[in-house]
């Protein structure tokens, strides 16, 4: 057995098999980081894409939570709390207050959409 692989690498026709299949897998390699550099070009700009987006939408949210909590009178006391509140807890507190907060903004972004609608 031994004999045999001896004999397999050392016969005339194993150099040129073994570069042909050297050149082969060298072709497969190339290939393949050509392909993965071009999928990580593709996904970093999706990243890129979608970390925009994020915060756009981030953007719109906190402008649309500033405006819902503009309507009360303890302006100052919330300005101070707003600093250590996280926009899920400043959302929590603006649900909680009724007649104020999501209700109210709720009528003004209807009436906003009528008003629009009337003007197409």
Known sequence: MVRTFIQAFTSPAAGP????????????????ATSANHSE???????????????????????RLAACEGGSADMERRRLINGTLTP?????????????????????????RAVLETLR
């Open 88 to 112: 899920e807890q400043r959302a929590q507190q603006l649900a909680g207050r009724e007649p104020q907060g999501f209700d109210v903004c709720a009528r003004m972004e209807s009436a906003d």
């Open 41 to 63: 070009q593709a996904l970093m700009r999706r990243i890129s894409a979608l970390t925009a987006e994020n915060q756009r939408n981030g953007i719109a949210l906190h402008a």
């Open 17 to 32: 098999v073994g570069f042909a299949l050297a050149l082969i897998l060298c072709g497969l390699l190339i290939a393949t």
